[in-house]
């Protein structure tokens, strides 16, 4: 009984940590996470390493695992502050709009045309990183559903 009352506790003690955190602060580790992600899941298949074997390979998965860094350090696309870039694109239009989504996916559209046009070194594939903003856009849209209905 005091195991599963501690445990209870845990999650309490979690989920109002979690209550703390702000939305934009929620949406943007989300969008690190989704994106970056993504983005190695489909470099590994433009590279011909998609097979059967994908996930016996511990190169692969520690590429996974790793990819959020990697990301963000701009190793995969030749510009690291990128989403430094665009979270204060995102704050500022915010202040404008007063819209939270809408100032996140206007934020991406201002941000990441630019950094398709002048900065992508690393994998070379704008067809890529379109591909990666709209599936991490529409799954932070399920994720956040109910914030984006009352903000």
Not at 27 to 45: G, T
């Amino acid at each position: 009984m005091d195991r599963n009352m501690s445990i209870s506790k845990v999650f309490t003690l979690i989920k109002d940590k979690l209550n703390n955190i702000s939305l934009f602060w929620k949406v943007w580790i989300c969008h690190i996470l989704i994106y970056f992600l993504l983005l190695i899941i489909f470099l590994i298949i433009k590279e011909g390493k998609a097979d059967d074997d994908i996930f016996h390979n511990n190169n692969i998965l520690l590429l996974l695992l790793r990819s959020t860094i990697i990301g963000l350090f701009g190793i995969l696309d030749g510009i690291g502050g990128l989403v430094i870039i665009s979270m204060v694109t995102m704050y500022l239009v915010n202040l404008y709009f007063q819209k939270f989504y809408i100032s996140y996916i206007v934020s991406l559209a201002l941000t990441y045309p630019v950094f398709m046009q002048f900065c992508n070194e690393g994998y070379g594939s704008n067809s890529i990183t379109v591909v990666c903003l709209v599936i991490t856009i529409i799954i932070n849209m399920v994720i956040f559903r109910k914030h984006i209905i009352t903000t």
